[in-house]
C-alpha cells in the first residue's frame, strides 16, 4: 500500500484537469468577434458545437466573418454587443474574447450565478477553464497547456511536439476506432471477463503492429483480424492480414516502444548502440590507463 507521503509526491497540486470535453449539439455562446474569437470559432466548430457569436459587425475579424459565411448552420450571428442575461437562456458554455476587461467580469458573474462555465480570454483568474496550444489530426487531439503562466511558449512547445509527427497518426487512429468498434458489435458485453479479454486483445494489437499499418486497415482485413485474431485468442501479423509487407520502422515516428524491443531492425540497431558504447568505454579505459603509467 502506497503511504501518504509517496501519494503527496504523486500529486503536488498546481495543475488544472486535461480533459476532452464532448461539445457535440451542445450551444456555445462567444462573445467577441475579434482574432481570439476566430481561433475559438474554431475549435467550436471542431468539436461540433452550435455556435451562438455576438459582436458589432465593424469588430469582427476577417477570418471570424468566413467562418459565419460558410457555416451558416452551425453559427448564428448577431451584430450587437452582450446586452445582459438573457443572453444566457439555454447555453451550455461561454467564452469572452473582447477587449473590455470590466464587460469580461460582469458576463462571468452572470455565468457563475447560471452555473454555466466561462473562460474569460482576457482575466485568467476568472477562468473555469483555460484555452491551450492545440494540434489536431482527425480524432488525435495534443494540447499543450503551461496553465496560464506562458501561453506562448505552449505555441512553440506545440510546434516542436507537431514537427515530431509522422502525419499519420490521425488515420491510423481513425481505423483502430473502426476496428474497435467492430469487435464490441462482435462481443458487446460491457465489463466482466469478456471485457478484460477485448481489452487484452485490442491492448495487444497495438502494442504488436506498427502504428502507420493501422491506415491501411479497410472493412476486408477488419473481418479477417477478427475472424483469424479474436475469434482464436491469437494477434496476427499485418503481413498475414493485410498480405503485405508491413511499414518499416523507420517511416513510423509513433513506433510503439515494445515493438521496438521485438524488431529485428531495432534489435540489431539496439546492438550496434551496445557495440559503440563498448568500444567507447574500452578507447577510454586504455587512454586512462595510458595516463596513469
Ligand atoms: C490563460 C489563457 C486563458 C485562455 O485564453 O484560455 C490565456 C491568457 C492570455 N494570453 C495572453 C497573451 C498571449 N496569448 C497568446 C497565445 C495563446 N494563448 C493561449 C491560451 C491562453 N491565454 C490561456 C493559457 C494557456 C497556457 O497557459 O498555455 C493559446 C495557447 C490558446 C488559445 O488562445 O487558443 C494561444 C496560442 C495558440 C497557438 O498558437 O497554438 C500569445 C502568443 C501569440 O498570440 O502568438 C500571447 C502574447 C504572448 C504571451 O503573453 O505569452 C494574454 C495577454 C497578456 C498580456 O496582456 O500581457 C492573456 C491574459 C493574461 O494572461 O492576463
Ligand atoms: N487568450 C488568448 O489567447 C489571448 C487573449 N488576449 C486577450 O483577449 C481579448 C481579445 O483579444 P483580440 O481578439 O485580439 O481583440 P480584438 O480587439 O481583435 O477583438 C475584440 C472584439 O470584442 C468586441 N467587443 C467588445 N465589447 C463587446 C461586447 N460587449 N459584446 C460583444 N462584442 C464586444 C469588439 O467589437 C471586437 O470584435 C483581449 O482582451 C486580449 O487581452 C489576447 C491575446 C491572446
Not at 503551461?146 to 499519420?168: C, Q, T, Y
Request: aromatic share 8%; proline share 5%; glycine share 8%.
Amino acid at each position: 500500500m502506497q503511504s501518504f507521503s509517496e501519494i503527496d509526491n504523486l500529486s503536488p497540486g498546481g495543475g488544472s484537469l486535461m480533459i476532452a470535453w464532448q461539445l457535440k449539439g451542445k450551444r456555445v455562446l462567444l462573445v467577441g468577434g475579434g482574432e481570439v474569437a476566430s481561433t475559438r470559432v474554431e475549435h467550436l466548430l471542431g468539436a461540433d458545437a452550435h455556435i451562438t457569436i455576438l459582436c458589432p459587425e465593424r469588430g469582427l475579424h476577417l477570418t471570424t466573418k468566413r467562418y459565419i459565411d460558410a457555416y451558416p448552420s452551425r453559427i448564428v450571428y448577431f451584430d450587437r454587443r452582450f446586452t445582459g442575461p438573457s443572453e444566457l437562456h439555454k447555453i451550455d458554455l461561454v467564452l469572452t474574447a473582447i477587449d473590455s476587461p470590466a464587460t469580461s467580469r460582469e458576463i462571468v458573474d452572470l455565468c457563475r450565478k447560471a452555473k454555466i462555465p466561462v473562460n474569460a480570454a482576457d482575466i485568467p483568474e476568472l477562468c473555469d477553464f483555460y484555452f491551450g496550444a492545440h494540434i489536431r489530426d482527425g480524432p488525435l487531439q495534443i494540447m499543450i497547456s503551461s496553465n496560464g503562466n506562458g501561453p506562448r511558449v505552449s505555441a512553440i512547445i506545440k510546434d516542436k511536439v507537431r514537427a515530431s509527427l509522422g502525419g499519420h497518426e490521425g488515420l491510423a487512429i481513425s481505423k483502430l476506432g473502426l476496428l474497435r468498434s467492430r469487435l464490441k458489435e462482435r462481443v458487446p458485453e460491457v465489463g466482466g471477463s469478456v471485457g478484460r479479454k477485448r481489452m487484452r486483445w485490442m491492448t495487444k494489437i497495438c502494442n504488436e503492429w506498427l502504428l502507420k499499418d493501422f491506415t491501411f486497415l479497410d472493412d476486408a482485413m477488419i473481418q479477417k483480424l477478427l475472424d483469424d485474431g479474436w475469434e482464436q485468442n491469437r494477434t496476427p501479423t499485418f503481413e498475414e492480414v493485410s498480405g503485405k509487407p508491413s511499414t518499416s520502422p523507420s517511416e513510423d515516428t509513433a513506433s510503439q516502444p515494445e515493438r521496438a524491443s521485438k524488431s529485428p531492425v531495432f534489435g540489431s540497431q539496439y546492438l550496434i548502440s551496445i557495440a559503440n558504447f563498448a568500444a567507447g568505454a574500452a578507447v577510454m579505459a586504455a587512454f586512462m590507463y595510458a595516463r596513469r603509467r
